[in-house]
């Protein structure tokens, strides 16, 4: 069956740059039938979005973190990647990469809402 | 951008009653809406996709319904295993967004 596992350092310092992959294994993230995306949510409280990649590379970012955010898919190793830039504490919480389908045109591929996760990876921004 | 904003915040009911959780969207996402269940310390589960779709393995008591900006999630007969958090999800178009969560505890 299809799993996401995140990996990356658990803690990162104030204004350096976030590092997260998520490896996807039984899919292939070359499948044209989805985008593969980074969702977070900070201690006791609720979802956020930061973005979504298709294997292309195309990419979409949440307005609010666009400045700071960057993802990039690794089709050689199955892969896709975020790095978040200038992080504050703001920015501890818990990241999930999952996968979602899209439609397009009319036409729909996958199921259009993230049926797929990772068990999630705490971030905790300290010195 | 769509706002989603869910209600109640919380709802605590006695297990085998009819739950219902509001989502509503800042403007129309015709039936592009999912719902999330997320228990503590773990990602969150697919449920209903595409408004009204119950996603595989999923337990018939919920439901999902609505279109436009107003939709409804459904949990026909409360079970103690439903505790949990639920959060809408908008998918008409990107930028993506949650709802604030819906808490639901047993009475």
């Known amino acids: 069956q299809v799993q996401l596992q995140e990996s990356g350092p658990g803690l990162v310092k104030p204004s350096e740059t976030l590092s997260l992959t998520c490896t996807v294994s039984?899919?292939?993230?070359?499948?044209?039938?989805?985008?593969w995306g980074w969702i977070r949510q900070p201690p006791g409280k609720g979802l956020e979005w930061i973005g979504s990649?298709?294997?292309?590379?195309?990419?979409h970012y949440n307005p609010s973190l666009k400045s700071r955010v960057t993802m990039s898919v690794d089709t050689s190793k199955n892969q896709f990647s975020l790095k978040l830039s200038s992080v504050t504490a703001a920015d501890t919480a818990v990241y999930f990469c999952?996968?979602?389908?899209?439609?397009?045109?009319?036409?729909?591929?996958?199921?259009?809402?993230?049926?797929?996760w990772g068990q999630g990876t705490v971030v905790t921004v300290s010195s | 951008d769509f706002q989603m904003t869910q209600s109640p915040s919380s709802v605590s009911a006695s297990v085998g009653d009819r739950v219902t959780i509001t989502c509503r969207a800042s403007?129309?996402?015709?039936?592009?809406l999912a719902w999330y269940q997320q228990k503590p310390g773990k990602a969150p589960k697919l449920l209903i996709y595409?408004?009204?779709s119950l996603q595989s393995g999923v337990p018939s008591r919920f439901s999902g319904s609505g279109s436009g900006t107003d939709f409804t999630l459904t949990i026909s007969s409360l079970q103690p295993e439903d505790v949990a958090t639920y959060y809408c999800?908008?998918?008409?178009?990107?930028?993506?967004?949650f709802g604030g969560g819906t808490k639901v505890e047993i009475k």
């Open positions: 990649i298709y294997y292309s590379g195309s990419t």
């Open positions: 403007q129309s996402i015709n039936s592009w």
């Open positions: 999800q908008q998918a008409n178009d990107f930028p993506l967004s």
């Open positions: 595409a408004a009204s």
């Open positions: 999952a996968r979602i389908g899209y439609c397009n045109a009319g036409h729909c591929y996958g199921i259009n809402a993230f049926d797929i």
């Open positions: 039984g899919d292939s993230i070359s499948s044209t039938n989805y985008y």
